[in-house]
């Protein structure tokens, strides 16, 4: 076995990579961009060394910057982990050169499985069914168009050299493909370097089933079952289980079985995954092998006890494969969700920033604190494999991905149920995620009963874009739980009054807190306010013309809060930041900014002491009394109009000599409100 690894990669599956190095007792060198200098995957590794700027291709994918950095440190093997150089024959080439053992397939394998097309030729010759299509070498666009019209519309048009679901057109009818294949030549120029493209027919509600192999130096290979990951959007994955449902031992053992013999037809060593695409009616058609351990690789490791990186480090190291065909067995089943930073809302779009609260689920996570990981790790019944932190930042460099959430259950009952109360604890606050989408999907009915197919989110777009029904009311009172207690109120809900004096109005009893529903989606914004009022030892809260009472208390945990309203009782965690309160109850994500009176008086209306109306509106609240001595900045008076409500505050320090309108009055739009006497103070 190997002292010192490198890992040729980045986030969370450097992290997963470090985490197995760890348990084995291999020093691990992690590489850094820029970008990364402070990046969860350095600390996790005992190494680091900067290759370079934020780009991948200032970085990540400079071949002999990371060869240099390997024998700079010593490193015996190169972890390439998934994406950047995972599947570059010339990375492999290059590390062979340096005698470094580069942890992955024979530099053949990756190159016979390189191109998609060459691919399918072999697959072919070695008996693996295709999908009906066109992979050969001939690229005149006249003699494609007649391959296509011969397998019949629709086909599918792919980038020989693609991945990662980019280069890829479907084409509905003759007239169509001769642009088709046009853009999809353009895409696959720009994306691949390489313009072939193959044909295949176009399948209609298929779903993906991949098999996860292994083979080692000694002639052993095997299967280490299946995964179904249909649940895609734009060809990406989102969902992943393990193994596929619904699938009939027999069709299970043909898929494992033409699996490997696709793995021996190219000599493969190490991990990898064959993908077939599959029909309704059990028929099943490869589509591509992927030479490299992938990201949903957890849910096998789930339900096979085994730690997939140890296998490939055995294997890289000449070792037999761990176990035999006979001795891996399946215990029940996993899920992958894909938490991204993206707006599922605007096509997907990745969104960037900063994480300003993360929080996960309760689990054991693959890295480096989880200490003797071992057996419990891999099955325990949550895991979150991530590469970020709370603080860190997701940027537009790299892949937008916070974490992986993996569960296990005996049963695709249990692991869905773990999986739906899992998503319900993950707090985000910074940036857009998908993690209400992933709730949406694992809720609905197709997936619930697994009925997958690649097109479930597509069929289901109504259902799963809709606007969101929120627990409003509950989240509000939260909310003005948190504010309470961040303005000093104690908790058991104590006189929030005495504490918020500024907010004290003439009578004293009444208290307006102006709020702005900002959501998820800040397109999506309301005004509205909650009035406080005290009569004896009742609150009660308005909201929406309702008044309900209002008891709240502080809960266990400096985020947790628990509010009663009317006859809802709600306990959710609030996060704070500035004057946004993100609330987190029953499963659902809420945002709401307060209008604080303070920091609002900075927009004063008027000059020179005198303060005039901004719009025609309401006179809601008088804060002074003549003869009052003012700051500049100290609010005077609140109107509302269109529902919001603006603070006018003191443009300088002065002493009010008099107040022209009350509580209730309409003021026309510029109307003095008061006079502000400069020169007395
Ligand atoms: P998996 O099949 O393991 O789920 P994905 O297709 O989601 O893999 O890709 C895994 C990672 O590798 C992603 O970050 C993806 O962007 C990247 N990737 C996949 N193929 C390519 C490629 N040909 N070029 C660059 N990046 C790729
Ligand atoms: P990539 O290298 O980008 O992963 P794949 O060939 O694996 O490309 O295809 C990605 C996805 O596209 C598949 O998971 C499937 O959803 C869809 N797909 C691929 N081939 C077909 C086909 N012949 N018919 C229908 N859908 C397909
Ligand atoms: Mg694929």
């Known amino acids: ?157 792919k980038a020989s050299a693609g991945g990662g679901g980019k280069g890829m057109r479907v084409v509905e009818r003759s007239e169509d493909f001769a642009a088709a294949l046009t853009s999809c030549k353009r895409e696959a120029a720009s994306s691949f370097g390489n313009d072939r493209v193959l044909i295949e027919k176009y399948l209609t509600r298929p779903r993906h089933v991949e098999v996860q192999v292994f083979a ?114 399946l215990d029940g089943h996993a899920i992958e ?60 460099y790299y892949d937008p991905m916070i974490a992986k959430l993996i569960v296990h259950g005996a049963t695709r009952e249990e692991a869905l149920a773990r999986l739906k109360r899992a998503l319900h604890a993950c707090e985000v606050v910074g940036l857009h995620t998908n993690i209400e989408f992933l709730q949406r999907i694992v809720t609905s009915e197709p997936f619930a009963t697994g009925d997958l197919d690649t097109g479930l989110i597509e069929r289901h777009h109504d259902a799963l874009f809709a606007p969101a029904k929120k627990p409003f009311k509950e989240a509000l009172a939260l909310a003005c739980a948190a504010l309470l207690t961040r303005e000093g109120g104690t908790a058991h809900g104590a006189s929030p009054w005495d504490a918020l004096s500024h907010w004290r109005l003439n009578g004293g009893y009444t208290q307006t807190l102006g709020w702005r529903n900002i959501g998820d989606h800040s397109d999506n914004e309301s005004a509205f306010t909650v009035r406080f009022a005290r009569n004896g030892g009742t609150q009660t809260l308005d909201h929406d013309g309702v008044r309900e009472d209002f008891t709240w208390s502080n809960g266990t945990g400096q985020h947790a809060f628990c509010a009663t309203i009317g006859n809802a009782r709600a306990t959710g965690r609030v996060f704070v930041d500035g004057d946004t309160f993100h609330v987190f109850c029953l499963g659902e994500a809420q945002a709401f900014e307060w209008q604080n009176l303070l920091a609002h008086a900075a927009d004063v209306e008027g000059g020179e002491g005198r303060l005039t109306a901004p719009m025609p509106g309401k006179v809601i609240a008088v804060l002074v009394e003549p003869g009052a001595i003012v700051e500049k ?47 007395s103070v």
């Open 633 to 679: 900045g100290t609010p005077l008076i609140v109107m509302e109009a269109m529902k919001m409500e603006h603070t006018i505050g003191a443009p300088t320090a002065g002493t009010v000599s008099e107040v022209l309108y009350a509580v209730g009055d309409q003021v026309a739009d510029g109307a003095q409100l008061l006079v502000l006497d400069v020169q």
């Open 1 to 157: 076995m190997f002292n010192k690894i490198l890992i040729a990669n980045r986030g969370e599956i450097a992290c997963r990579v470090a985490a197995t190095c760890k348990r084995l007792g291999i020093a691990s060198v992690a590489v850094y961009s820029d970008a990364d200098a402070k990046a969860k995957h350095v600390a996790a590794c005992d190494e680091a060394v900067h290759i370079g700027g934020a780009t991948a291709a200032e970085s990540y994918l400079r071949i002999e910057r990371i060869i240099e950095a390997a024998r700079a440190t010593g490193a015996q093997a190169v972890h390439p982990g998934y994406g950047f150089l995972s599947e570059n024959k010339d990375f492999a080439q290059a590390c062979e050169a340096a005698g470094i053992v580069f942890i992955g397939p024979p530099v053949a394998a990756i190159a016979a499985m390189g191109s998609k097309a060459a691919a399918k030729a072999l697959m072919h010759a070695a008996a693996v069914p295709l999908v009906p299509g066109y992979h050969g070498d001939n690229q005149d666009p006249q003699l494609l168009h007649r391959e296509a019209d011969a397998i019949g519309y629709p086909v599918l048009l």
């Open 216 to 329: 080692d130096r000694h002639g052993g290979a095997v299967y280490l079952f299946d995964r179904d990951c249909s649940v895609q959007r734009r060809h990406q994955k989102v969902l992943e289980e393990a193994p596929a449902p619904g699938l009939a031992a027999e069709i299970k053992r043909e898929m494992g079985e033409a699996a490997v013999a696709a793995a021996r037809a190219v000599n493969y060593v190490g991990a990898g995954t064959v993908e077939f695409i599959m029909t309704g009616s059990g028929d099943f058609y490869f589509m591509e092998m992927n030479t490299r351990l992938q990201v949903e690789h957890p849910v096998t490791e789930m339900v096979t006890g085994q730690d997939l990186v140890e296998w490939q480090l055995r294997v890289a190291a000449d070792e037999p494969l761990p176990l035999t065909q006979q001795q891996l067995k």
């Open 337 to 396: 969700a894909r938490i991204y930073a993206e707006h599922p809302a605007r096509g997907f779009l990745p969104s960037t920033g900063t994480l300003k609260h993360l929080r996960m689920p309760e689990g054991v996570e693959f890295a480096i604190d989880a200490g003797g990981v071992g057996e419990s790790g891999r099955k325990a019944p949550v895991r979150i494999d991530s590469g970020v932190r709370e603080g860190d930042a997701i940027t537009p």
